[in-house]
């Protein structure tokens, strides 16, 4: 049986399991234990199952162990718990409160902050799904008990969430420069202002948005003094220090962007109990979400980066590329090309799997036609970013379900992100047409 | 019973990650003040982070925080959506057995080799292992539960509540 | 015709990259087309933490283990790791290579994984580079934050460095923000992550390598293969150290002339600051033998040989030059 085949039959059995409401860690775990075990199988030509048992299993568990068995991933539940603590600890009210009064004037002002925060919190994170998990808990229930929609208030963090790869630090840029040999900090920088831009669209998308319908953010009605304004700024000076210092710690020295998140919920923890606003139940039941939450997403990671270990077996990646580089398109074409397979493999593998199974058939296919691997580095990441909010499987749209819950369908989420994603590729269409926006940082420096 | 273990699992999986934090923080007070650390801080936790991921399963099954989409599936008849939600544990039942068969092949050849990670403790292979195939095996325990319930729900005629999960977090905070 | 999977952990860039993709061409080439490799890169069958059991289970027919991962079932390869004096890597390439081909014990203990070994590959002599600090001799070790790994980063701890837990690929914001004093690396690794531009002092300590890292195949698709296409894939592992060597030697001299013309102060560690660190690491081979001890190998007679292979390819190389020199 043809591998190629096989891939294709999984990508269309994911989607039809989805459609009728298989949870999507199983859908995708299934789909892919099943598909390897067909390879297996068929490694010789004829049908042996019985050898196939053991490297289906082992491909299975190894993917799904070493996902978790990882020291850098304890970012992820370290902000989700950061996330949970510091709402608790009233700190994340407290920015809301702020926000609220400063913005009040300005329609969907919440919204925009919410975004605002998000390309703050990339600035200390590598990870996209750790900024959409802390941000989303911050921010999307705030936005929903201030009677904003539904839509809007989940949809901004998820698209905010997605400028943690773009700003830097970033894990993704990092494993792009070690599949190309290209100079990780030249990416980082040439990673910020595509971020700026990505962050002015969203800006850009959220105001419209309210324009056309002010019923979807309420604006805050009534008198605010100069010095409620003072009062409610001082009242977040938490957040504010904190941010200084865990900003001030990465870029100073004294501990790294992974580290950041330990101290950050220490702070935070530390804050809550000093002010008298966290308790210790509420410390603990902080946990419990965070646990529940943290092993909601890694499962569906895990089942994804399963999935990617058997779309590699089938071959479908170079097939793909294959058929591209036989057409010896011009350069608009071929751009135009990879962006379709990006996205289209966005709809479905997780950013890393995406680079694993990829970037060694695209780097020497691009290098072919002379073009600037930095500047690819970041129309990839922006490609890969925009993956993470396209159905049907969307990392940080399961993300912010799992903060939010049952309240907003998951469809509701997507539904929202339409107009995100049409800025998004506007901005992608901006990031390809001018290379310079990407290496006017890096190669001025 | 089960209920109770679940919980139980779950405050491990609470503790693990104070753990963890608590190890990285102090690892970077050690260094900035004192110019020293803790050994093998990256392998421990590594370790805990099984702790805290898979412990919570079984609680994450039971609170029904599978994450699902119910774009299509929500314009069914309600029957049809049930056979939908026991056949989604019925799949989820069947993927995690390569899962549970390969966990226990890896737990018992970590315990028989004595492999260890290397590093300045050479801490042993066997406990993150042996905690992944626990936690595997009290999840799929917890669904298997939750179908035949939902099934014995769907014989009587009544429909399934996808909706309230048991809530761990409203409990007692 | 077979096509054979063949994982790997690491990026398909990179002078490893460049080894496996030549073994990969040797394999085709002498089999006449007959085996060729789908070869998966950057962990996407698995992560380097589960190559052994992903080979030995047949996730991929063949891949490279790194030993460092695998203390314990990888003991016997482990031997190439060790804090010895052992800084060539051709020379040390060829004895551990010799060593795993001819010794019926380690095969033997291979094959009780399912495992069959082909070929050897090596990251080059440790050395370490440093900002804001200049390790002239032992001594300066003491109180510097070094990211240091394996037996080389326990040995420098012992020396009273404080180890700091971080990957190669950190190492460029570490050393730039002040975070780390010194990371340990090779030298064709310092243009790669650009090094040169944060650091100031390379210091060469022609001490010992990283070379317990190589081509391993599952024992079944081993077995099941002809005797020629058996024959291609072990003649191919056996041509690996002459090209990576050939390759290693070319971008480390490169790698180290690039950082004198860049003005960085590039240090050679005195002969008898040399036999302190290769003291200092006889802890660590002290554990190894206790480690290969316990599968009921003689560690001191293992070392002996090794040491003994050490010695004829030194002088192979003294006497004749490398192989691509001749
Ligand atoms: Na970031
Ligand atoms: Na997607």
Redesign the interface.
């Given at each position: 049986m043809d591998g190629t085949l096989i891939g294709i039959v999984a990508f269309l059995a994911v989607i039809g399991l989805l459609a009728i409401r298989v949870p999507i860690a199983f859908a995708l775990a299934g789909v892919a234990a099943v598909g390897a075990f067909c390879i297996f199988a068929f490694r010789t030509g004829d049908f042996m199952p019985d050898r196939a048992i053991r490297p289906t299993s082992s491909l299975v568990f190894s993917n799904f162990f070493d996902l978790i068995h990882s020291y850098d991933l304890s970012m992820i539940p370290l902000f989700v718990a950061l996330g949970h603590i510091a709402y608790r600890a009233e700190i994340t009210t407290a920015i809301y409160h702020a926000a609220r009064v400063w913005l009040a004037k300005i329609p969907g002002g919440v919204a925009m902050a919410s975004v605002v925060g998000c390309g703050g919190f990339s600035a200390i994170s590598g990870s996209s799904i750790a900024c959409a998990s802390t941000m989303g808990r911050i921010c999307a229930p705030e936005m929903l008990s201030m009677g904003y929609d539904k839509r809007l208030a989940t949809a901004s963090v998820a698209a905010g969430g997605t400028l943690g790869s773009l700003i830097p630090p970033s894990v993704l840029f990092i494993i792009y420069g070690i599949f190309t040999e290209t100079s990780i900090s030249s990416l980082f920088l040439a990673g910020v202002l595509p971020g700026l831009l990505s962050l002015a669209g969203f800006l850009l998308v959220i105001w419209i948005w309210v324009r056309q319908k002010p019923g979807d953010a309420p604006a805050f009605t009534g008198e605010i003094t100069a010095a409620e304004r003072r009062q409610a700024a001082f009242a977040a000076w938490p957040a504010a220090a904190l941010f200084i210092v865990i900003v001030g710690g990465i870029y100073g020295g004294f501990f790294t962007a992974t580290e950041a998140a330990a101290i950050s919920v220490a702070l935070v923890t530390l804050t809550g109990f000093l002010q008298r606003k966290l308790t210790l139940a509420g410390f603990w039941a902080a946990l419990r979400e965070t646990g529940i939450q943290t092993t909601s997403i890694f499962l569906i990671a895990a089942a994804a980066k399963i999935f990617v270990a058997f779309i590699a077996l089938t071959g479908v990646a170079p097939a793909i590329v294959g058929a591209v580089t036989g057409a010896e398109p011009n350069v608009i074409v071929l751009m135009g090309a990879i962006a379709l397979i990006y996205l289209a493999l966005g709809m479905f593998l997780d950013p890393i799997g995406i680079m694993v199974l990829t970037l060694p058939l695209m780097v020497p296919l691009v290098e072919s036609y002379g073009l600037d691997l930095i500047w690819f580095g970041v129309v990839v990441i922006k490609l890969l970013e925009i993956g993470l909010i396209t159905p049907p499987v969307g990392l940080n749209v399961f993300v912010i379900s799992s903060v939010v819950g049952k309240s907003v369908p998951i469809d509701r989420i997507f539904s929202g992100l339409l107009r995100f994603l049409s800025i998004d590729i506007l901005v992608l269409i901006i990031i390809m047409a001018v290379p310079a926006l990407s290496l006017l940082i890096p190669y001025s420096v | 019973m089960l209920r109770w273990v679940e919980r139980f699992l779950?405050?491990l999986?609470?503790a693990a990650?104070?753990a963890?934090?608590?190890?990285?923080?102090a690892?970077?007070l050690l260094?900035?003040t004192l110019?020293?650390?803790i050994?093998d801080?990256?392998?421990m936790?590594?370790?805990?982070?099984?702790a805290?991921?898979?412990?919570?399963?079984a609680?994450?099954i039971a609170?029904r925080?599978?994450?699902?989409?119910?774009?299509?599936?929500?314009h069914f008849p309600g029957r049809v959506?049930d056979c939908?939600?026991i056949?989604?544990g019925v799949?989820?039942l069947?993927?995690l057995l390569?899962?549970l068969?390969?966990?226990y092949?890896?737990a018992a050849s970590a315990i028989e080799?004595?492999?260890?990670?290397?590093?300045?403790l050479?801490l042993p292979k066997w406990p993150?292992?042996v905690l992944?195939l626990f936690g595997l095996i009290v999840c799929w325990v917890r669904l298997l539960v939750q179908v035949v319930a939902d099934m014995r729900t769907f014989a009587r005629g009544e429909r399934i509540d996808t909706?309230t999960g048991t809530n761990?977090?409203?409990e007692?905070? | 015709q077979t096509t054979l999977f063949f994982g790997e952990a690491g990026p398909n860039r990179g002078s490893r990259a460049d080894a496996i993709n030549y073994f990969a061409d040797q394999v085709e080439e002498i089999s006449e087309g007959d085996l060729s490799f789908d070869i998966q890169w950057g962990g996407a069958l698995f992560k380097a933490g589960a190559a052994r059991q992903g080979i030995a289970d047949g996730v991929a027919d063949a891949g490279t283990i790194i030993a460092v991962y695998f203390p314990q079932e990888m003991a016997a390869y482990g031997i190439a790791d060790l804090p010895i004096q052992n800084p060539d890597p051709w020379v040390g390439m060829k004895a551990t290579d010799e060593l795993m081909r001819s010794s019926d014990q380690i095969q033997q203990n291979l094959a009780d994984q399912n495992l069959v070994y082909i070929g050897t590959f090596t990251t080059s002599a440790v050395h370490i580079g440093c900002k804001g600090a200049t390790i002239n001799s032992v001594d300066d070790i003491e109180g510097l934050k070094v990211r240091g790994v394996g037996a080389y980063g326990n040995a420098f701890a012992d020396q009273g460095a404080n180890l700091v837990s971080m990957s190669i690929y950190d190492a460029y914001q570490g050393l730039d923000s002040g975070l780390i004093d010194c990371s340990q690396g090779y030298s064709y690794v310092v243009p790669a992550l650009q090094w040169q531009e944060v650091i100031d002092s390379y210091t060469l300590l022609n001490w010992g390598q990283v070379g317990a890292l190589g081509v391993f195949m599952n024992k079944d698709m081993f077995d099941s293969l002809s005797a020629d296409q058996q024959d291609a894939l072990m003649e191919a592992g056996r041509r690996i150290p002459d090209e990576l060597g050939r390759i290693l030697s070319t971008d480390n001299d490169a790698a180290v002339q690039m950082m004198r013309d860049q003005g960085i102060e590039v240090i050679e560690l005195p002969e008898e600051e040399r036999q302190k660190l290769v003291e200092a690491g006889s802890t660590y081979v002290d554990s190894w033998k206790e480690t290969v001890g316990g599968m009921g190998m003689d560690g001191d007679a293992m070392l002996t040989e090794y040491r003994s292979l050490i010695d004829k390819y030194t002088e192979e190389r003294d006497a004749q030059g490398y192989p691509w020199e001749r």
């Open positions: - | 779950l405050d999986a609470a990650i104070v963890l934090g608590l190890l990285i923080t690892s970077v260094r900035i110019n020293s650390g050994p801080t990256v392998v936790v590594a370790e805990l982070m099984v805290a991921i898979i412990l919570p399963l609680a994450t609170a925080a599978n994450i699902v989409v119910e774009v299509l599936s929500q959506q939908l939600v056949l989604g799949i989820g069947l993927a390569p899962l068969w390969a966990g092949r890896e080799s004595g492999g260890f990670f290397f590093g300045q050479n993150g292992r992944f909706e761990y977090m409203q007692e905070a | -």
